[in-house]
């Protein structure tokens, strides 16, 4: 198993930029594929980024594309979302998911607690 905690987000100015972190403990990181979720008040969970176990590839919603970016350090079992030119509509609780694949997950056991993002306009 992997245990999940996200960080780094807060109240942000519209085209202001916040980095979230999820850092992950337990079993080799490097052993899954990861991902951002998120949601917003009143809406379903919706995909934002995922990645590789390797880095190698990425992908990513519609709405985020050009804006944000996923990364991760196996070393420091670390997955990272860099959020630049925020909206409003970015408001929500991000969480970060895992999934014990190498590839591209299409279902996450693991997940996080969530941490918000308010982007103020």
């Known amino acids: 198993q992997v245990q999940l905690a996200e960080s780094g987000g807060g109240l942000v100015q519209v085209g202001g930029s916040l980095r979230l972190s999820c850092a992950a403990s337990?079993?080799?990181?490097?052993?899954?594929?990861t991902g951002w979720f998120r949601q917003a008040p009143g809406k379903e969970r919706e995909f934002v980024a995922s990645?590789?176990?390797?880095?190698?590839?990425?992908h990513y919603a519609n709405s985020v594309k050009g804006r944000f970016t996923i990364s991760r350090d196996n070393a420091k079992n670390a997955l990272y979302l860099q959020m630049n030119s925020l909206k409003p509509e970015d408001t929500a609780v991000y969480y970060c998911?895992?999934?014990?694949?190498?590839?591209?997950?299409?279902?996450?056991?693991?997940w996080g607690q969530g941490t918000q993002v308010t982007v103020s306009s």
């Open positions: 990645i590789t176990w390797n880095g190698g590839t990425t």
């Open positions: 998911a895992a999934a014990r694949v190498f590839g591209i997950p299409t279902a996450y056991d693991y």
């Open positions: 337990g079993r080799s990181f490097s052993n899954y594929g």
